[in-house]
């Protein structure tokens, strides 16, 4: 019964709803605007527009601007509170916490007492000398000879490489406006030795030297190549600079992209450092290698004063090409010509490169100074023999920078562009002979190859042989304290301080 009486009542709500919804549906309470201009029903829809706007501007906030809160009343002890808690100089009376800054009552010092001593770190810059960056440290013309004098009896001051860091320690002024004295100093010297100054009982500066351990085992890196070496090299930790080395030896001798496979291993070798403090340093590349199946197939090995790299058999670095004698064109080149200043045609014997006035002339290859000097219309001239029965010849020189029987390498300096004999301006003169014929200098190809013999062949190999047992990666491991360093290290009882003290007394 009760759910039949609240079914009826819901149908009767649902008829009451659609009926409503019928009649409103037929009420144009928004008429739009854009549409029958000047119709009843469009007066009709404008005063809706109208009534709603004057509602909606009958509730309008106001623009009369809106009172602020009102500012916190601050008295005495609220500015003394808000001082406590301020942020400012000492110099302008800074607080921290209730302590208040100074009165009238506060009578200054004449002078503020100075710090008893003062700890520094100074560090030498380049092109700065040991004795100028000690002066701007503040160390005065007495304790900066005297500290001058012992470092240089333990290194010479101009081998001090430059970033070197100087611990320093100033003590008391002796009175007002005297520096501060030295009480101590202490710096790395040298990778392997430290220096400490240090003031005595006496009043007296001295040095200490601290030897430090250094082993040199070299360090030894190999890996596969890949599919880029130099990726390959760096990624199994050899230093960018070894890297660069290395593909540069490596390049004079065999093709880079064609004659080193993915599959083959590299091997290099280069000088290395470990001293007992923890510091460690690489230097030059002494070893490159290509591995393929297993064996060598590449081996080089720096050897010599000069730093070139060898073959294991004794082959020095190939060199390929001349240099040109001086950068700049070619303004004339081999073959018959008409001479500017004789006015007739003859055979020009070299070529001719224009350069300006005191720009460097190289030699070509390496050779022998045949002769140095006033050459008629060739001016001042040099002339040098080269293997294979080469000479060469550098004419109109303004200065000669080589004297006969002087050996000269590749690339070295041996004059400078002038315009002295038959010659108009400023320009190198190049001449080549071949067996005393003169010969088109362009169409030369020019190749040189140091060779090792004898007793240097011998010594050569047993090194290279030496270096080849460095295993890969041991230079990396650190350094095992000595037994010196292992007991320095330990504690010390005050027993056995106290039976040293003994000892010495």
Known sequence: MVLRRVRGLAERWDALRWRAEERLAGVDL???????????????????FLGLATFSLAFWPGFAPLEAAPATRVDDAVRDEFRSQMIMPLALGADS????????????????????????????????????????????????????????????????????????????????????????????????????????????????????????????????????????????????????????????????????RPTDTFDMILSYKRAATGERQAGQLLYVGIDRGGKPKTQLMRWGSEGRFYEASGAGEQRTGLLAPVSGRVTSGFGMRRHPILGYTRRHAGMDFKASYGQPIVAVTDGRVLSAGRAGGCGNAVKLAHAGGIQTRYCHMSRMAVSAGQSVRRGQVIGYVGSTGLSTG????????????????????????????GENLRRFREVLAQLKTVEAGAALADLAPSAAEATADEPQREIDRVEAAKAVL
Do not use: C
């Open 426 to 453: 400023a320009h190198l003169h190049y001449e080549m002979y071949r067996g005393g014929v003169a010969v088109n200098p362009a169409s030369v190809a020019f190749v040189t190859r140091a060779l090792l013999s």
């Open 97 to 260: 916490g209730r302590q208040m800054a100074a009165t009238a009552r506060v009578v200054p010092l004449k002078a503020a007492p100075e710090r008893p001593s003062i700890e520094l770190v100074a560090t030498l810059a380049g092109g700065d000398s040991f004795a100028r960056m000690l002066q701007r440290a503040g160390i005065g013309g007495a304790d900066l000879a005297r500290v001058s004098s012992l470092v240089s009896q333990a290194i010479p001051l101009d081998e001090i490489e430059p970033g070197t860091k100087i611990d320093i320690t100033l003590g008391r002024r002796p009175e007002p406006g005297a520096p501060r004295p030295l009480d101590a100093l202490e710096f790395r010297a040298r990778f392997d030795l430290a220096l400490a100054i240090e003031r005595g009982d006496d009043g007296g500066l001295a040095l200490e030297r601290k030897p430090i351990r250094v082993d040199n085992t070299p360090l030894r890196i190999r890996g596969l190549a890949g599919d880029s070496l130099y990726r390959s090299m760096r990624a199994a930790g050899a230093p960018a600079s070894a890297v660069q080395q290395y593909l540069k030896a490596l390049g004079e001798q065999v093709d880079l992209d064609e004659g080193v």
């Open 30 to 48: 928004a008429p739009d605007l854009a549409e029958g201009i000047g119709s009843r029903r469009w007066f009709r829809g404008l005063g809706t």
